[in-house]
T-cell receptor, first 118, second 111 residues
Framework: GAVVSQHPSWVICKSGTSVKIECRSL??????MFWYRQFPKQSLMLMAT?????????EQGVEKDKFLINHASLTLSTLTVTSAHPEDSSFYIC??????????????FGPGTRLLVL | SQKIEQNSEALNIQEGKTATLTCNYT??????LQWYRQDPGRGPVFLLL?????KEKRKERLKVTFDTTLKQSLFHITASQPADSATYLC??????????FGAGTQVVVTP
């Protein structure tokens, strides 16, 4: 149980285009989802916290107009990288917390999405 | 500012030995400390969680200790196997469930 999927697993796009990444909790309802990015050999950096039915909370330094987050249902959150540039190339990972249970104890991570912007 | 430090150098260890990884933190009072495994190109996989009022936790061949005075956690893999080769991440979370990750330590277990 507690499986989180991401789609696509990798994407290559041209500079200036927008890319949407989906994060789904497959067998549980997720009140909260988190979006991270990770550069090679670096730690996961939290970008934003996404709560179902409300606006996402962005970390300092993360442009909310650049990284649009929508948490439309208890099983789906999307991250859209708008007008992508080469510096947005990274590994994007989402995690999800169940609606019940301790938020701190149960974050389940997706497999990640590799984005390459040419 | 809050910092989480893990050994940046890879830990090379022979199969069967115990691997010990360190996670130190500063300017943080975590409610929970967690360890994850991450394979190349994959998302982290949860291994163990330890609470601030716990000293030690075990799960199969894994053991975690948590010393809030030293602000340090140790992660042990006993009887290591080549399949244990991966990067291991330490993560701290506060009572609101917000996570902060260390950069991870790569473990290489050779037969």
């Amino acid at each position: 149980g507690a499986v989180v999927s991401q789609h696509p697993s990798w994407v290559i796009c041209k500079s200036g285009t927008s890319v949407k990444i989906e994060c789904r909790s497959l067998d549980f309802q997720a009140t909260t989802m988190f979006w991270y990015r990770q550069f090679p050999k670096q730690s996961l950096m939290l970008m934003a916290t996404s709560n179902e039915g409300s606006k996402a909370t962005y970390e300092q330094g993360v442009e909310k107009d650049k990284f649009l987050i929508n948490h439309a249902s208890l099983t789906l959150s999307t991250l859209t990288v708008t007008s992508a540039h080469p510096e947005d190339s990274s590994f994007y990972i989402c995690s999800a917390s169940p609606a019940a249970g301790d938020l701190q104890e149960t974050q389940y991570f997706g497999p990640g999405t590799r984005l390459l912007v040419l | 500012s809050q910092k989480i430090e893990q050994n940046s150098e890879a830990l090379n260890i022979q199969e069967g030995k115990t691997a010990t990884l360190t996670c130190n933190y500063t300017n943080y009072s975590p409610a929970y400390l967690q360890w994850y495994r991450q394979d190349p190109g994959r998302g982290p996989v949860f291994l163990l969680l330890i609470r601030e009022n716990e000293k030690e936790k075990r799960k199969e061949r894994l053991k975690v200790t948590f010393d809030t005075t030293l602000k340090q956690s140790l992660f042990h893999i006993t009887a290591s196997q080549p399949a244990d080769s991966a990067t291991y991440l330490c993560a701290l979370s506060d009572s609101w469930g917000k996570f902060q990750f260390g950069a991870g330590t790569q473990v290489v277990v050779t037969p």
